[in-house]
């Protein structure tokens, strides 16, 4: 902001997600926090029920329809993304794994992790529409009269 670097709390990125901070400060990938049983990414796919090929594209299509609608809901609102969300990514598994173990996810730094993956590119978009509006509030940036 105005050519300098401005460094937001994750305790008010909290409060202006209305998240708990509560659970793992989970760092996507493939890596699960030392408090998880080992994650595999054979043990995410049976746990989400996934009936296909493990070489390849996974397809959203090779899972039953309640966990369907869970990875619709992670692609497009938690783990926003452009492109296809049709396909299921290692991410998109270990997320759903964790949340059908009952791990407890700390929301807010798992947002800000998935928003610095964005970093640098220009024709990627970044999602957390309502959030970035509410954060440029917080630093009180007017954004009256700017492009999307």
């Known amino acids: 902001m105005g050519g300098r670097m401005r460094v937001i709390p994750l305790s008010v990125i909290a409060s202006l997600c209305n998240l708990s901070m509560d659970g793992v400060p989970f760092r996507g990938g493939l890596n699960a926090h030392d408090s998880w049983e080992s994650y595999s990414l054979q043990e995410g796919l049976a ?11 996974l397809s959203v299509n090779l899972v039953p329809t309640e966990i369907r609608i869970l990875h619709y809901l992670l692609t497009y609102t938690i783990l926003p993304r452009g492109g296809n969300h049709g396909v299921i990514q290692h991410e998109d598994v270990l997320v759903m794994w964790a949340m059908l173990k009952g791990y407890k996810i700390c929301w807010p730094f798992f947002i800000i992790q998935h928003m610095l993956k964005f970093q640098g590119k220009t024709n ?3 999602g957390y529409g309502p959030l970035l509006s509410k954060v440029y509030q917080y630093l009180g940036v007017d954004t009256q009269g700017a492009r999307k």
Request: aromatic letters at 8%; glycine letters at 22%; hydrophobic letters at 30%.
């Open 47 to 57: 746990t989400i029920g996934y009936r296909g090929n493990v070489v390849g594209k």
């Open 124 to 126: 990627k978009p970044i």
